[in-house]
């Protein structure tokens, strides 16, 4: 079984272009969620998708966005690109239940984004 | 709002001695609270997560943690370590299942060396 998968996994980018990021979560995952990982602030919370809605979102500038597909493939985006937007981005899915033993969360290797 | 605290930002044991890493919760409710490792230019693999049932939780490679509410902990252990062991560790939180949503708070994280 395929893990969460996350195209590309490497890119340059400079200040003022816009980024889309992709990923294909795992067969039957239906939540996806997305994260940043920079040296400074750590693993952040972006948003979270489920059956095409956002659920969740976390406390980042409107120029990153994001949305989720009927076949639970997720994309996001950043505009107007600025240095600090450079990090790592994680993609995780899940089969989500509120069952009592909860979620399996898994992430793919990310995608690094470098904006000179 | 819920936090974890990481108490060690690096750690360094000798290989086939014990490991001990620590984190500290708060939250209004009774969590849901898991161990991440990320190795080097790698995702985030999930070690073993807590949900309110048994207290004391085994992972995969050998790892285990005990929730214990009383001091709002969730340390990971291994008996033994091996050098492959060495990678970055996240304790992380999150709302309990019935909440429907799966929104992660992350420490900023463990540094584990090993020492041959």
């Known amino acids: 079984k395929a893990g969460v998968t996350q195209t590309p996994r490497y890119l340059i980018k400079t200040r003022g272009q816009q980024v889309t990021l992709s990923c294909s979560p795992i067969?039957?995952?239906?939540?996806v969620s997305w994260y940043q990982q920079t040296p400074g602030q750590g693993l952040q919370f972006l948003f979270e998708?489920?059956?095409?809605?956002?659920?969740n979102k976390g406390n980042f500038p409107g120029r990153f966005s994001g949305r989720q597909f009927s076949n639970s493939r997720s994309e996001m985006n950043v505009s107007t690109l600025e240095l600090g937007d450079s990090a790592l981005y994680l993609c995780?899915?899940?089969?989500?239940?509120?069952?009592?033993?909860?979620?399996?969360?898994?992430f793919g290797e990310g995608s690094w984004l470098t904006v000179v | 709002a819920q936090s974890v605290t990481q108490l060690d930002s690096h750690v360094s044991v000798s290989e086939g001695t014990p490991v001990l890493l620590r984190c500290n919760y708060s939250?209004?409710?009774?969590?849901?609270l898991f161990w991440y490792v990320q190795h080097p230019n790698k995702g985030l693999q999930l070690l073993l997560k807590?949900?309110?049932?048994?207290?004391l939780v085994k992972g995969i490679n050998g790892f285990e943690a005990e929730f214990k509410k009383s001091e709002t902990s969730f340390h990971l252990t291994k008996p033994s370590a091996h050098m492959s062991d060495a990678a970055e560790y996240f304790c992380?939180?999150?709302?309990?299942?019935?909440?429907?949503?799966?929104?992660?708070?992350f420490g900023t994280g463990t540094r584990l060396t090993i020492i041959p």
């Open positions: 807590y949900t309110s049932a048994a207290t």
């Open positions: 995780a899915s899940s089969l989500y239940t509120t069952g009592p033993s909860g979620n399996t969360i898994y």
């Open positions: 998708y489920f059956s095409e809605t956002q659920r």
């Open positions: 992380v939180v999150s709302d309990p299942p019935n909440f429907g949503n799966e929104k992660l708070t």
């Open positions: 939250s209004s409710y009774s969590p849901s």
């Open positions: 067969s039957g995952h239906r939540s």
